[in-house]
Structures are given as C-alpha cells and as structure tokens.
C-alpha cells in the first residue's frame, strides 16, 4: 500500500513539474532542443558500423576479433547494407 502512494506521489510531481516546465513556449523549444540533440548524440551515429565488417589494420581489436573467426560484424555488416539496399529498391520502384 505504502509502495502505490509513493509511486503515485512521484509520478503526479513529475507530471506537474513537466506541465510547468512546457507551460511556455520558449521553454518548450529549449526542452525540445536539449531532447533533439540527446537523441541525435545517442542515434548510433557514432557507431563504426561500416567498420563493423570490414577489419582494417587501423581497427585492430575488430580485425584481431575477426582473425580468430568471429563473423559477428561481418553478418551484421552484411545484413544492414542488404537491408539499406532494399529500401532504396523500394524507394526506387
């Protein structure tokens, strides 16, 4: 019972503070700027996934990963460019 009133005592204050925090419309856009750009820095953009198969003398914990017979970034690698691939096809046709 205890766990419930402060679960609903938590969620109706963050409720209330979200509401305050958006009330404004330049306040909003300075949220939604700060949330744009968390989301865009943790898209994956950062993630080597074009290394991810194809192991080069530069990217020496993937080629030593890829030398001892681990094809898991090669499959990876090969299933997002396949993928990438049909949708242009689609987009295409």
Known sequence: MR??????TVGALGAGT????????ERRGQWKGKAQSLFTKSNGSDLPVEAAGNPQEDNHENTKMVSEGSQFGVQY????TEKEREILEKANS
């Open 18 to 25: 979200l509401a305050y925090l958006l009330k404004d419309e």
């Open 3 to 8: 766990k419930r009133w402060i679960f609903s």
């Open 77 to 80: 690698y090969n299933e997002l």
